[in-house]
């Protein structure tokens, strides 16, 4: 199974897309990794931003390129040490977006990496949102574009805190040191990009092809619910196909075949969502391998590929359902 950063699990709320019954998953479980994820508590006051000292990058000096780092020389900033290594001209991140980026970890004082990012060749997913990400994350990287290399030292008060992180053998009074290669952002009103699909069947429901960041709508038709999976593009973009290993950056939302009635959405949450194909139910795994990044997508998802007589309590699902998706695909990762 593939090692995870301690952030990447199915998030709260998404309960009508992880797969039951299936033991393989390691949603929610820790790895043997530290991401940038918040700790417990985080409401520092707002850091004093400074230019250095930073150690310097010794290998893999390009942007993409997993970089070796030195030790850090002497004592470190007690402020928030922030540099943009490579500048790129990509769209500015603001706080509260969904970043995609690569990343690596190390301590100050003895340059000992706890984690990276390009040994999993899955970049990181995740909001700059005081909760998500430690508070240094949000500070060196809000007003950045994508493209860009920053570096950074995030002293305890911006990085753990004076727990530290056990897990990754970092304590209180340790300074981190980031490489972050900011690979693109995207916020609540992402929306796909591409051609726009003829949709010519009666028979199947019809998606809204806004792309202003607002729920598209979906009609479904007065028709039988089809017997098998349903996968078709509304908006067809430009980018990598997906892998049936691969997770995904997505906006979504979900009604009912039966009525119509929505029953998910992360527009109606405010708030992206990634996964793996590989911890969702088999209609979203199959439905989306082999779709282009940057596509909005129909899925039509029968029972025996979704929950069958098993619906997620709580979800408004009844059992042996058909459930209908309008699907953005943001990223892939």
Not at 27 to 44: C, E, I
Not at 57 to 76: L, Q, R, Y
Not at 158 to 184: M, P, R, S
Request: glycine residues 12%; contains cysteine.
């Amino acid at each position: 199974m593939r090692r995870r950063s301690l952030l990447i699990a199915v998030p709260a709320g998404l309960v009508t897309l992880a797969a039951c019954g299936d033991d393989k998953s390691d949603s929610g479980k820790a790895s043997d990794s530290a991401s940038p994820s918040a700790p417990q508590t985080s409401a520092a006051p707002s850091p004093k931003i400074v230019d250095g000292p930073l150690p310097a990058i010794t290998a893999g000096t390009k942007f993409g390129e997993k970089p070796t780092v030195a030790k850090g020389s002497g004592d470190p900033s007690k402020d928030l040490a922030v540099k943009t290594v490579i500048a790129g001209g990509g769209r500015t991140i603001a706080e509260n977006d969904f970043i995609v980026a690569h990343y690596l970890g190390q301590v100050w004082s003895t340059a000992k990496v706890f984690d990276n990012s390009y040994d999993r060749k899955s970049p990181l997913a995740i909001q700059l949102a005081q909760g998500s990400i430690i508070d240094g994350w949000r500070y060196a990287l809000a007003g950045k574009k994508t493209g860009s290399r920053v570096e950074m030292a995030v002293p305890p008060t911006w990085g753990y805190g004076e727990q530290g992180n056990q897990q990754a053998g970092i304590k209180g009074t340790d300074t981190l040191v980031f490489v972050v290669d900011v690979q693109d952002t995207f916020n609540a009103k992402s929306s796909a990009k591409g051609s726009e699909v003829a949709q010519d069947n009666k028979d199947l429901p019809k998606v809204g092809t806004n792309t202003d960041g607002k729920a598209p709508s979906i009609e479904v038709p007065d028709a039988d619910a089809p017997k098998k999976l349903v996968s078709s593009y509304v908006i067809e973009g430009d980018g990598e196909e997906v892998g049936a290993d691969n997770s995904v950056l997505v906006q979504y939302k979900g009604v009912l075949w039966d009525g119509g009635k929505e029953f998910d959405s992360t527009y109606a949450r405010g708030q992206l969502t990634s996964f793996s194909l590989q911890q969702v139910v088999k209609g979203w795994a199959q439905g989306l391998t082999g779709k282009k990044v940057g596509s909005r997508v129909l899925i039509v998802i029968p029972p025996e590929l979704g929950y069958g007589d098993n619906p997620p309590e709580g979800s408004g699902i009844k059992k042996d359902s058909t459930l209908v998706f309008s699907v953005d695909i943001l990223a892939k990762l």
